[in-house]
């Protein structure tokens, strides 16, 4: 009997047990299932209804209403414990019938979006992306949200093009995420113009003027240093070239310092575009991550 179990699991006693278990009813069980998951006891909750599914596998095909509550619930609780890809899969079972299914249905595409970022997958984007837009819900709030998620994972797949259709169905008349829909504006500002910048044209710059390519990369303070230790190495070789004269040895010397220095900074101007670039992409993914995350609590 599975509420015997329970008791174990979770320490409370038989006398309160009992409360919601009666004789052998199923549907007793999963009330123990939810005061468990409103106890927010997520593992237990995650234990139980896999024993309970594995035990009640008859009266679950009779019941497609129990299976779909009970695969929302194990979603939940998983989701609860950060198991992204058991919640995830979870919720795809989670029938259209179902009240559930919206709900379901977002979350799945959220967690699956948050997973593909975390993991680096493409995969676990393009399936959200997927899903999503299988998605067809009838209420406005539900329709603006959905263009709003897919918006944001427009941005994370950086498809600028599509995030702009989606952004045109933004109204701003849903409290729940019109603050975030102003933000995904902004994201998409600093993911075109972190983009936008040339490595090409960082390693120019800095061959004319160092630490020039890495000020417009927007490492400024980068900038100024390597500019100070070209000069500083530079003014050492010319002072030892008219001084010492050009074939003695601390000429060659400095003269090599300073073009092991010259070059590096050329070099290190082109890297610090990329770099720069993919330090960008990735605080502004995680604040994508966030804002998409935030009306699923705020709409369900």
Same mark, same amino acid.
């Given at each position: 009997m599975i509420w015997l179990t329970l008791i174990a699991l979770t320490g409370i006693n038989q006398e309160l047990a009992s409360n919601f278990v009666l004789a052998d009813e199923p549907r007793a069980e999963i009330r123990f299932i939810q005061h468990l998951i409103d106890r927010q006891f997520w593992g237990d909750a995650i234990y139980v209804i896999e024993e309970f599914e594995e035990n009640e596998s008859d009266w679950l095909n009779r019941n497609p209403d129990a299976e779909d509550s009970l695969n929302f619930r194990a979603g939940w609780a998983a989701y609860n414990r950060e198991q992204l890809q058991y919640a995830g899969n979870r919720f795809g079972k989670v029938s259209s019938a179902s009240p559930d299914y919206y709900q379901a249905g977002f979350y799945r595409s959220y967690l699956y979006a948050h997973l593909s970022v975390h993991d680096s997958n493409p995969d676990y984007l393009d399936t959200a992306v997927r899903d999503l837009e299988n998605l067809n819900p009838d209420r406005k709030i539900l329709k603006e949200l959905r /263009?709003?998620?897919l918006a944001g994972m427009a941005l994370l797949q950086r498809d600028y093009e599509r995030y702009a259709n989606h952004a045109d169905k933004f109204t701003g008349d849903f409290f729940a995420?019109?603050?975030? =829909?102003e933000n995904l504006h902004e994201y998409h500002h600093q993911l075109s113009n972190a983009g936008g910048? /040339? &490595?090409?044209?960082? %390693?120019?710059? /800095?061959?004319?003027? &160092?630490?020039? %390519?890495k000020i417009y990369a927007g490492r400024r303070g980068d900038g100024? /240093?390597?500019f100070l230790q070209v000069a500083v190495f530079g003014s050492v070789f010319a002072e030892s070239a008219l001084n010492a004269g050009? =074939?003695?040895p601390r000429t060659w010397i400095s003269g090599g310092a300073f073009g092991l220095f010259y070059t590096a900074n050329i070099w290190g101007s082109v890297v610090s575009v990329r770099i720069t670039k993919e330090e960008i992409y990735e605080q502004v993914d995680q604040q994508i991550l966030l804002d998409l995350h935030i009306p699923l609590r705020s709409v369900f």
């Open positions: /263009s709003f998620e995420f019109a603050d975030q =829909q910048k /040339s &490595p090409l044209a960082a %390693g120019l710059m /800095s061959a004319v003027l &160092p630490g020039s %390519g100024i /240093s390597t050009w =074939q003695h």
